[in-house]
């Protein structure tokens, strides 16, 4: 079982930036891939950034050209830069680790999530 912790939410007024940090400990040879989903009230929760071990990054549409995924493998902890933050970029961000199967991640652990909130 791999472990993750987040941290770097927090209160930002719209237009600034936030950086999230998601340290991994554990069994952390048993995923291939790193991301950063997120949730906010009566919505679904929404992929924002992947990062694969081979440095493949995806990003969800809403998210593109203002937020970069990175990771530090000597640390094993990876990153989410945010930036130009939106009132609806609002939610708890969860850190979280898979493999790639076809067609899609199996995310398989999760860390306990931590709240931006963008005020307007």
């Known amino acids: 079982q791999v472990q993750l912790v987040e941290s770097g939410g927090g209160l930002v007024q719209a237009g600034g930036s936030l950086r999230l940090s998601c340290a991994a400990s554990?069994?952390?040879?048993?995923?291939?891939?790193m991301g950063w989903h997120r949730q906010a009230p009566e919505k679904q929760r929404e992929l924002v950034a992947l990062?694969?071990?081979?440095?493949?990054?995806n990003y969800g549409d809403s998210v593109k050209g203002r937020f970069t995924i990175s990771r530090d493998n000597a640390k094993n902890t990876v990153y989410l830069q945010m930036n130009s933050l939106k009132p609806e970029d609002a939610a708890v961000y969860y850190c979280?680790?898979?493999?790639?199967?076809?067609?899609?991640?199996?995310?398989?652990?999760w860390g306990q999530g931590t709240q931006v909130t963008v005020s307007s």
């Open positions: 979280a680790g898979g493999v790639r199967v076809v067609g899609g991640t199996s995310w398989n652990d």
């Open positions: 554990g069994s952390i040879f048993s995923i291939n891939t």
């Open positions: 990062i694969t071990n081979d440095g493949r990054i």
